[in-house]
T-cell receptor
């Protein structure tokens, strides 16, 4: 079985400060890891993914995430937060193999204030 | 290129009524999925399909049915609506190619059962 944990329901950060949204995972074999963002009344939008290679992956809107195999983590980061980054963020994992399905975390609400 | 299209966007049902949530994609993706999103619970997989004519249950299939007669369409049927089915429903699709292991989501259907 595969699972994702997002330990924080909400993260609050001031605009201009760095942000981190935490994610840990459990999966047999090598993981494929994803971050999605959801704005109010919208569907989920793809931010970035880790498949293989460099542990630091860069995605849309200046976000990046670091894959740490030993800690089974895939934290989302951004050097300087914007108010417009306020949204719901989901981490997701699937194991290698095209037949496997994505398992999502419960989501973390990011609130960026002036 | 519309991506994944869901209709309707909003619906109110009375207990015991039935309805079909429509989902269509124009990306020729083989894999399609239905999720429900409840506050604090993340996304739960209801049903999925790996190609036309093939469907399978996810984590929370009870009270729902699906069919996949074409690659493009994956409707979700609620036969006897119950208040517990009040939720936001998302359809998603993915391809099986090496370059992309993520999902493309529709904008969702907000269903209220009263």
């Amino acid at each position: 079985a595969q699972s994702v944990a997002q330990p924080e329901d909400q993260v609050n950060v001031a605009e201009g400060n760095p942000l981190t949204v935490k994610c840990t995972y459990s999966v047999s074999g090598n993981p494929y890891l994803f971050w999605y963002v959801q704005y109010p009344n919208r569907g989920l939008q793809f931010l970035l993914k880790y498949i293989t290679g460099d542990n630091l992956v860069k995605g849309s809107y200046g976000f990046e995430a670091e894959f740490n195999k030993s800690q089974t983590s895939f934290h989302l980061k951004k050097p300087s937060a914007l108010v417009s980054d306020s949204a719901l963020y989901f981490c997701a994992v699937r194991r290698t193999g095209t037949a496997s399905k994505l398992t999502f975390g419960t989501g973390t609400r990011l609130q960026v204030t002036l | 290129n519309a991506g994944v299209t869901q209709t309707p966007k909003f619906r109110i049902l009375k207990i015991g009524q039935s309805m079909t949530l429509q989902c269509t994609q124009d990306m020729n993706h083989n894999y399609m999925y239905w999720y429900r999103q409840d506050p604090g619970m993340g996304l739960k997989l209801i049903y999925y399909s790996v190609g036309a004519g093939i469907t399978d249950k996810g984590e929370v299939p009870n009270g729902y049915n699906v069919s996949r007669s074409t690659t493009e369409d994956f409707p979700l049927r609620l036969e006897l609506a119950a208040p517990s089915q009040t939720s936001v429903y998302f359809c998603a699709s993915s391809d099986t190619g090496l370059a992309n292991y993520g999902y493309t989501f529709g904008s969702g259907t907000r269903l209220t059962v009263v």
